[in-house]
């Protein structure tokens, strides 16, 4: 049997730490990673409506792009020969690419499931496509990105306890299975950590993957209707089983509150299309809670959006303007909301990050969550006796979203 292949290292190590919360750092081939960072989702390799002019001045230092749906287009051969993913597109800094399992499953109407994989019907012909955890590395290797995930079962919530148990046991396998099929030496692969809001089945799902001694461990299965109070607790319980000398990453979370509640707990690094997808539709993310740009109050607001944001969408057009450009649906709009809430996540992350090395991360949590929540809280007293308030709220909007799998993102 031939040798397997060495893991890359990571050196991953904490400079500083508030309770479970740390600031870390580690090293991929393309550059260092400042931990906790938030990671802005390229789904085929592209933030919708941002270029890499405008994402060079937001300053992610990974990004993600998704294993599935560049394996149907470009095809992940093309990507190869031009280079992988940083030189297919310019980005030359870290990228991270998932496995494809959310999105497979996710399409559950079309999926069958197998002990080596599954079978989908691609969304965009019905063809079938076979992916698994050999055929989910070998697409990854040839994406190239410095961090890739393991093939794992995620299933939505709430699920049956046997059917969690069994997707805990074949993520195990299909895990083991991706570790045999890897070729190079330069990708850290992660794990992802199973089993709903059981206790005990994160127990074990930890178990068994911390097992196999891997670069990185991420936190799958939670943000897909679940609630907010499951899943803080169930990330309270989940954490302290990874290994502290890993990064550790939280799949598919975005709201500010959330981020900060699993920074609290020791996550490291997040993925989420929330900022793209919200920012696009106009709802846009200030620390008084989500500004809901296409309401008639902001017919002649002169204000920017945030007063505190960096961002080029705050330091030169008003409420008034971007809600002209919504409302007339001007494609300009697109990209000016996603910058916003891109810019917004990305410097909330990296304030966390400061604060913990500045001992000061707990007094600004309460701070910034204080002030988040008197927003949203305000926002609903006026809208209380308007029959449609729910429908249109942020929160609503934000669970709707977890428990909706689209084939786009």
């Not at 929160?395 to 993102?409: K, L």
């Amino acid at each position: 049997m031939a040798p397997a292949v060495p893991h890359l290292d990571l050196a991953f190590r904490a400079l500083a730490s508030a309770g479970p919360a740390r600031a870390g750092i580690f090293e991929t081939p393309h550059g260092t990673i400042e931990t906790p960072a938030f990671i802005p989702v390229a789904t085929r390799a592209a933030l919708q409506g941002l270029t890499h002019d405008q994402l060079e001045r937001i300053g992610p230092q990974i990004l993600l792009a998704n294993t599935y749906h560049l394996h149907l287009r470009p095809g992940d051969d093309v990507v190869a020969r031009m280079g992988g993913l940083h030189g297919f597109t310019g980005w030359r800094r870290p990228w991270v690419t998932d496995s494809g399992g959310y999105q497979v499953f996710s399409l559950s109407e079309l999926v069958k499931v197998r002990e080596d994989g599954v079978t989908v019907r691609s969304h965009l012909d019905g063809a079938k496509v076979e992916l698994g955890p050999k055929r989910a590395i070998e697409i990854q290797e040839a994406l190239g990105a410095d961090l890739i995930m393991a093939f794992d079962h995620c299933l939505a919530l709430p699920a049956e306890h046997r059917a969690l148990a069994d997707a805990v046991e074949r993520t195990t396998r299909w895990t083991e299975a991706c570790v045999r099929a890897r070729t190079r030496d330069d990708q850290a692969l992660f794990g992802i950590v199973q089993g709903g809001t059981d206790p005990a089945l994160r127990e074990r799902s930890a178990a068994q993957l911390t097992a196999l001694d891997l670069p990185g461990y991420a936190i799958g299965g939670l943000a897909v209707g679940e609630g907010g109070d499951l899943m803080r607790s169930t990330l309270r319980h989940t954490m302290p089983l990874i290994p502290d000398d890993r990064p550790r990453h939280l799949m598919g979370v975005g709201p500010p509150l959330d981020l900060l509640d699993a920074i609290a707990e020791g996550v490291d690094l997040f993925d989420c299309v929330l900022p793209t997808r919200n920012g696009r539709r106009g709802f846009l993310f200030t620390h008084d809670g989500v500004v809901r740009i296409g309401a008639r109050r902001y017919l002649e607001d002169d204000r920017p959006v945030d007063e505190l944001c960096r961002c080029l969408v705050c330091k030169t057009h008003s409420r008034a303007y971007l809600r002209h450009l919504f409302q007339v649906g001007d494609h300009t709009a697109v990209t000016l909301g996603s910058l916003h809430n891109v810019t917004f996540l990305v410097d909330l992350v990296a304030r966390a990050r400061q604060t913990i090395l500045d001992g000061t991360f707990d007094v600004w949590r309460r701070s910034f969550s204080e002030r988040w929540s008197a927003g949203e809280a305000a926002w609903r007293k006026e809208h209380a006796d308007d029959p449609h308030a729910a429908r249109r709220s942020q929160a609503a909007r934000i669970d709707q979203e977890r428990r909706r799998g689209t084939p786009d993102e």
